[in-house]
């Protein structure tokens, strides 16, 4: 696993550790280390909706980065190597509200 940057607060254990699994066994101690509650900032697509002057709606599929706290247990998928994390937004976005429903696929190579 490439360990990326890290702080960690020594007296209450806080902080943060970026990092991008490389094999599959990285993938599975990733999924191990999350607890409910984390907050996981990753790059995702997300389709978004936008209305027109007429009233006609189209649908783009953009490139975000948001950050979800955990409100479930994550899913390890073993066949594919990936990790399924959901949870509400909890960072500010112009194209997601605060409290939107989310969920990351984590895989080999994600930061």
């Given at each position: 696993?490439?360990?990326q940057?890290k702080?960690?607060?020594?007296?209450n254990?806080?902080?943060y550790?970026?990092?991008?699994?490389?094999?599959n066994?990285?993938?599975w101690h990733?999924?191990?280390?999350?607890?409910?509650?984390?907050q996981i900032?990753?790059?995702?697509?997300?389709?978004?909706?936008s209305?027109?002057?007429?009233?006609?709606v189209s649908?783009?599929?953009?490139r975000l980065t948001?950050t979800?706290?955990?409100?479930?247990l994550?899913?390890y998928?073993?066949?594919?190597?990936?990790i399924?994390?959901?949870?509400?937004n909890?960072s500010e976005?112009n194209?997601?509200k605060?409290?939107?429903?989310?969920?990351f696929t984590?895989?080999?190579?994600?930061?």
């Open positions: 696993m490439k360990i940057g702080k960690i607060v020594a007296k254990g806080s902080g550790v970026r990092v991008s699994p490389e094999t066994e990285d993938v990733l999924y191990n280390l999350l607890s409910l509650s984390d900032t990753m790059s995702t697509v997300r389709k978004v909706k209305s027109s002057a007429t009233g006609s649908s783009n599929k953009l948001l979800l706290k955990m409100d479930t994550p899913v998928d073993a066949t594919n190597s990936s399924r994390i959901s949870g509400i909890s976005s194209h997601v605060m409290g939107a429903a989310h969920t984590l895989t080999l190579n994600d930061r």
